[in-house]
């Protein structure tokens, strides 16, 4: 069922960039831990050619690091925000 909406997710978001020409902001919520390898494999790179993806997780481990040299990370921790 997660899997299902999430290609809705991603299908709407490539509807609206061919729609209007830009990509939207696109926020995914906690999304890595619902996933298996593949599927987060699968969604990691079916981002990279986004503009703006916002993923919010718990634990940086389930991304690729390849992906996380790539990505500009953001922590928070104890009510303040750090790179």
Do not use: C, I
């Amino acid at each position: 069922m997660r899997t299902t909406l999430l290609a809705l997710k991603l299908a709407e978001v490539s509807w609206m960039k061919e729609r209007t020409g830009e990509w939207p902001v696109t926020l995914l919520d906690e999304v890595m831990a619902e996933l298996d390898l593949q599927r987060r494999a699968d969604l990691l790179h079916y981002v990279e050619g986004s503009e703006q993806v916002l993923l919010t997780a718990t634990d940086a481990s389930m991304f690729a690091a390849d992906f996380l040299q790539e990505a500009e990370v953001w922590q928070v921790a104890d009510g303040s925000v750090r790179r």
